[in-house]
């Protein structure tokens, strides 16, 4: 008798995966190498959508409004500092200098 193995959907189980906050900051930081920042800019998506949030919710508890949120992560997005800020500090994370990796 052969085995199926049932093989999980990779959205679902990137989304299952960053619920937890160790693997959200692991991403995120993955994320932040790439030269294109439109890649961070997507993986703060996904982890914002794993963790439950949406751009209403997300809008009222950084008091940015929505069509920013959208602007912001859209694929010309370009998100300002404080902006940035704010929605790490909604997903419990913060931005740090470190030592460049050499």
Request: hydrophobic fraction near 40%.
């Amino acid at each position: 008798m052969t085995k199926i193995r049932k093989h999980r959907n990779y959205q679902e189980s990137l989304m299952q995966d960053l619920q937890d906050p160790k693997e959200a900051l692991a991403y995120l930081n993955a994320a932040l190498i790439d030269e294109d920042q439109r890649v961070f800019l997507l993986a703060l998506k996904d982890v914002l959508e794993a963790q439950g949030g949406s751009f209403a919710k997300l809008s009222q508890e950084t008091q940015l409004n929505r069509e920013n949120l959208y602007r912001m992560f859209s694929r010309k997005g370009n998100p300002k500092l404080a902006n940035l800020r704010s929605v790490l500090h909604v997903l419990g994370c913060e931005l740090a200098i470190q030592p460049h990796r050499k």
